[in-house]
């Protein structure tokens, strides 16, 4: 076995000249929690559809737990489980009747089935719901059972494209509990797609940030971060700062100071950790600290750094785009 | 390659589907039978031509009805796929380690079933309104035509769906494919009344084997053999059932 679950070499996916992959090349560690970061529209589920054996790729490579996707489809499909964007659930069965038919769809026996489809419901709190209709589910609750099911037949590597899209804020902390148990405790290695900054931050060892089909930048949350220069620690002082400032401007860990009234603005590199000294050099100085306020930049602010665009105005323009591809099939229609 | 369990569990599904579905099990009687009673009624002192000298219209009638519930509920169910891909579900079954033929087999498994039951049901109907079987053994033989007609409107009805992305085609495919399919089969009225170059084409349409076939089978009166007709629907589910298997596997599930 491998030390990477996954590697890709200048995967490429076009839709009849349109270019929604753009060779992207990656590879995730066995036991990572990888993520795809990015706006709608921006291959992250085309990615993740080439890399499940549901689309073919139109050039490049891809091998997932060891087997290439273009030559051992059924092997790859045998060790990984899958949650898709859209619910895929048959509403006309019972929640369990739909993992029992998935748990037959993987060959696995009636008495190892019975036990696990316990496991999983127990597992995502759906025990009590087990013989109630789908279609009567909640949209959490769907999720849920769809998170269930993509565990039944204990994959290697499981794929969630956006695991938590349109779901309530506690639904949502309670499947990110569900999915970091599942990597550190379970070892799957997982793969998610998301365009939330949170998500990608709380979830993830490392992130792949796509945009147009293209990988812009890929890293640790915490390293991308970095990369704009380190956190920014805001003191309201009292007293006379001219002295202070200029010891300030003496520290080389310090990249950069601003003045505002009474307040100073510090840049660098774990702030938490230098916050003490911080009060302990301002003391000495005689200048008194009256509050302190600790920013550490966001994956939306590593996100415009490296397209230029927050991620909700990348996903207006492309509404605007589709809405102009709209108006020209449809004609001035208002 | 053939994987019995996931036969099975997409066959099961198919039975747990339709039999949920009451109404729908009732709307696709409905059809037939009113077909069977308004053209049965509405014709019934008619001297149709080309009708063997004892056969009422009534009784020529059935077989074709049952032919027709076969051709409409086997192509929807071929059509069906095309509903798990707008619910999502064809993509479940597409990312399952089961081979592709599996897929297939197993919704033909289900379809045929449901085509069948339903094929009964209005036999059951006819005979108790008094329609009259020549004897027992060949209900049996009507089955075997049955689950022919069934199997072969299902592989039509998955390589339209491996071919369209949505339901809009679906009109399309009932207006120039299935009503003239169920026309020119002669469920309706004996082909000999057509123009000889109207026969012609009316002789590709596999319904034309089958519902000849049900009608040799039950009623004992057809165009052609029983043999002759037997053969002909082997080769057209067979061909059938490869094309739509073929399409099928080709088509991409997202």
Redesign the interface.
């Given at each position: 076995m491998s030390n990477y679950a996954i590697q890709v070499e200048n995967l490429t996916k076009k839709f009849n000249g349109f270019t929604a992959v753009d060779q992207i090349t990656f590879t995730v560690k066995t036991g990572e929690l990888f993520g795809f970061l990015g706006p709608n529209g921006a291959g992250k589920t085309t990615t993740i559809?080439m890399l499940?054996?549901?689309?073919?790729a139109t050039s490049g490579y891809g091998e997932v737990s060891g087997y290439d996707i273009s030559r051992n489809k059924?092997?790859i499909?045998?060790s990984?489980g899958?949650v898709?964007q859209?619910?895929?659930?048959?509403?006309?069965?019972t929640g369990k009747?739909n993992l029992?038919?998935?748990a037959?769809?993987?060959?696995i026996d009636k008495e190892e089935r019975k036990k696990r489809i316990k496991e999983v419901l127990e597992l995502v709190e759906l025990t009590e719901k087990e013989k109630v209709l789908v279609e009567k589910y909640s949209g959490g609750m769907k999720r849920r059972l769809e998170i269930a099911?993509g565990l039944i037949h204990e994959p290697n590597v499981l794929f969630l494209d956006e695991p938590t899209l349109g779901l309530d804020v506690q639904t949502r902390r309670h499947i990110w509990d569900y999915i970091k148990r599942l990597n550190k405790e379970g070892g799957v290695t997982i793969i998610l797609t998301t365009h939330y900054m949170e998500e990608a931050d709380f979830l993830c060892d490392r992130i792949a940030i796509m945009d147009r089909g293209k990988f812009v930048a890929m890293d640790a949350p915490g390293r991308l971060k970095d990369i704009l220069g380190g956190d920014v620690v805001s003191l309201e002082i009292e007293g006379n700062a001219d002295a202070l400032i200029e010891q300030l401007s003496s520290l080389d860990w310090i990249k950069n100071i601003t003045r505002h009234d009474k307040n100073l603005s510090l840049t660098m590199d774990r702030g938490e950790r230098r916050i003490p000294e911080l009060i302990h050099v301002a003391q000495e100085n005689g200048v008194e600290v009256t509050c302190v306020h600790l920013r550490k930049p966001s994956l939306e602010d590593v996100f415009l750094h490296f397209t230029g665009t927050t991620i909700r105005e990348q996903e207006a323009s492309q509404a605007e785009r589709n809405k102009e591809i709209l108006r020209r099939r449809f004609g001035t229609r208002r | 390659m053939i994987?019995k369990?996931?036969i099975?569990?997409l066959w099961m599904?198919e039975m747990?589907?339709w039999w949920?579905?009451k109404s729908r099990i009732v709307g696709s009687l409905a059809m037939p039978l009113f077909f069977l009673a308004f053209l049965g009624l509405g014709f019934r002192r008619m001297t149709i031509p080309g009708l063997a000298g004892d056969v009422g219209y009534i009784r020529f009638l059935v077989p074709g009805i049952i032919g027709m519930s076969i051709l409409f509920s086997s192509t929807f169910g071929g059509l069906s796929v095309l509903w798990d891909r707008e619910?999502?579900?064809?993509?479940?079954?597409?990312?399952?380690?089961?081979?592709r033929v599996s897929i297939v087999l197993g919704r033909i498994a289900g379809g045929a079933t449901t085509a069948l039951i339903q094929a009964v049901l209005i036999l059951g109907i006819s005979y108790i309104m008094g329609f009259k079987i020549i004897n027992i053994s060949s209900i049996f033989l009507a089955v075997v035509f049955m689950i022919l007609i069934a199997v072969t409107f299902l592989g039509l009805g998955l390589i339209f769906a491996s071919k369209m992305r949505d339901m809009q085609g679906f009109s399309i495919v009932m207006n120039f494919v299935i009503f003239p399919l169920f026309f020119l089969s002669g469920a309706l009225y004996p082909l000999e009344n057509f123009p000889v170059w109207l026969r012609y084409i009316s002789k590709i349409d596999p319904l034309t084997y089958g519902v000849d076939g049900l009608r040799g089978a039950l009623i004992g009166v057809s165009s052609f053999s029983i043999f002759y007709n037997f053969i002909f629907m082997v080769i057209f589910s067979s061909v059938m059932i490869l094309l739509g298997a073929y399409f099928f596997e080709k088509s991409?599930?997202?």
């Open positions: 559809n499940s054996t549901l689309l073919k059924n092997n499909r045998r990984i899958v898709f859209e619910p895929a659930l048959d509403i006309k069965l009747e029992e038919f998935h037959m769809m993987y060959g099911r | 994987n369990t996931a099975y569990v599904r747990k589907r949920r579905a619910f999502g579900f064809l993509k479940e079954i597409m990312v399952a380690p089961v081979s991409e599930s997202v």
